[in-house]
């Protein structure tokens, strides 16, 4: 558009000039012209031998002809069709001009439309927030939708109504750090219109627009990750709960040859069922072996093992 607009005025620059705006000047100019030719032409007539009055009437009328048409072409007839193949030109050049600038218009208009649906089909929440008024200036569709406002009563709302937990205070603060150009990024909890709260990750920065410094507000619902984060934490606690309960026995366990004693990590020596109870989960249960029982109760031994035998 701007290479058209030289190209126009260069060539306005190049045109000779129109014919003069003054009509009474270009009157004055044929006056003067007639007036002079005619005064010189009835000297030298004086001058002359006597003739009849058709031959001077001849002679008068062709010299005035010759010496008035130039003077006529050069003040008004070429002025005049320079002027209108002038205007022409610039009237064929001010139609291209035109479709440029409505093509230009319509081209301008598509990308605004494109942007628009982008804006409001995208899928987190977007917000243009006025910092001086704390005041909703624009929002996408997922934004009103999300909190269940239409959107001519999200734009009658204030950041403020979004975030309670917010004061205004800490709110301006970091309304000023945007303002002079840092990206922030942090959670916090947004509120519904039926009053129940929701968390959210809000990034948000600094966009001019018109001139005039807005914040736009790009705010994600992190429910369904707040939630993993719940049960992911709460599955570690199980984890340790469980590993706190599981005890072990590793390595080699210094046992005695004769009383079958353990010793433990700090020296002393324990009864193997005791040793086992303090360091795993099994519990201990006493009975007796067929040599022990053969060995210790001789007299009930063969009772006792026919017994378990049937």
Same mark, same amino acid.
């Given at each position: 558009?701007?290479?058209?607009?030289?190209?126009?005025? /260069?060539?306005?620059?190049?045109?000779?000039?129109?014919?003069?705006?003054?009509?009474?000047?270009?009157?004055?100019?044929?006056?003067?012209?007639?007036?002079?030719?005619?005064?010189?032409?009835?000297?030298?007539?004086?001058?002359?031998?006597?003739? !009849?009055?058709?031959? @001077?009437?001849?002679?008068?009328?062709?010299?005035?002809?010759?010496?008035?048409?130039?003077?006529?072409?050069?003040?008004?007839?070429? !002025?005049? /069709?320079?002027?209108?193949?002038?205007?022409? $030109?610039?009237?064929?050049?001010?139609?291209? =001009?035109?479709?440029?600038?409505?093509?230009?218009?319509?081209? =301008?208009?598509?990308?605004?439309?494109?942007?628009?649906?982008?804006?409001?089909?995208? /899928?987190?929440?977007?917000?243009?927030?006025?910092?001086?008024?704390? $005041?909703?200036?624009?929002?996408?569709?997922?934004?009103?939708?999300?909190?269940?406002?239409?959107?001519?009563?999200?734009?009658?709302? /204030?950041?403020?109504?979004?975030?309670?937990?917010?004061? &205004?205070?800490? $709110?301006?603060?970091?309304?000023?750090?945007?303002?002079?150009? +840092?990206?922030?990024?942090? +959670?916090?909890?947004?509120?519904?219109?039926?009053?129940s709260d929701f !968390?959210? @990750?809000?990034?948000?920065?600094?966009?001019?627009?018109?001139?005039?410094?807005?914040?736009?507000?790009?705010?994600?619902?992190i429910s369904e990750?707040?939630?993993? @984060?719940? +049960? $992911?934490?709460?599955?570690?606690?199980? =984890?340790?709960?469980?590993?706190?309960?599981? %005890?072990? &026995?590793?390595?080699?366990? !210094?046992?005695?040859?004769?009383?079958?004693?353990?010793?433990?990590?700090?020296?002393?020596?324990?009864?193997?069922?005791?040793?086992?109870?303090?360091?795993?989960?099994?519990?201990?249960?006493?009975?007796?072996?067929? @040599?022990?029982?053969?060995?210790?109760?001789?007299?009930?031994?063969?009772?006792? =093992?026919? %017994?378990?035998?049937?």
């Open positions: 558009m701007k290479i058209n607009q030289c190209n126009a005025s /260069t060539s306005k620059t190049n045109d000779p000039p129109p014919i003069s705006d003054n009509p009474l000047r270009i009157l004055c100019y044929v006056a003067v012209t007639i007036f002079i030719v005619e005064f010189v032409l009835m000297v030298l007539l004086d001058y002359m031998p006597s003739i !009849p009055h058709y031959q @001077e009437a001849f002679i008068d009328a062709f010299v005035l002809t010759m010496l008035v048409f130039p003077t006529l072409y050069i003040f008004v007839v070429k !002025p005049l /069709t320079q002027n209108i193949s002038m205007r022409e $030109r610039l009237e064929k050049e001010n139609i291209r =001009l035109v479709a440029d600038l409505k093509k230009a218009i319509a081209q =301008l208009q598509l990308s605004e439309k494109k942007l628009k649906g982008y804006f409001d089909h995208a /899928t987190d929440s977007i917000f243009i927030i006025d910092p001086d008024t704390d $005041r909703i200036l624009d929002c996408n569709i997922v934004a009103y939708e999300k909190l269940g406002y239409s959107k001519e009563e999200m734009l009658q709302l /204030t950041v403020g109504d979004l975030n309670k937990k917010v004061q &205004l205070n800490e $709110r301006k603060k970091l309304f000023e750090r945007q303002i002079s150009g +840092e990206n922030i990024c942090f +959670e916090t909890c947004h509120t519904r219109k039926d009053g !968390p959210v @990750e809000v990034t948000s920065a600094m966009l001019v627009d018109e001139g005039k410094k807005v914040l736009q507000s790009i705010v994600r619902d990750r707040r939630e993993r @984060e719940e +049960e $992911r934490e709460q599955l570690i606690a199980e =984890l340790k709960n469980a590993l706190d309960e599981i %005890k072990t &026995l590793r390595g080699i366990l !210094p046992i005695c040859s004769f009383c079958k004693k353990i010793r433990n990590d700090k020296g002393y020596w324990e009864q193997v069922e005791v040793y086992i109870s303090k360091n795993s989960s099994a519990d201990i249960s006493h009975s007796i072996c067929p @040599e022990c029982l053969k060995k210790e109760y001789p007299e009930f031994s063969q009772d006792v =093992l026919s %017994k378990i035998s049937t």
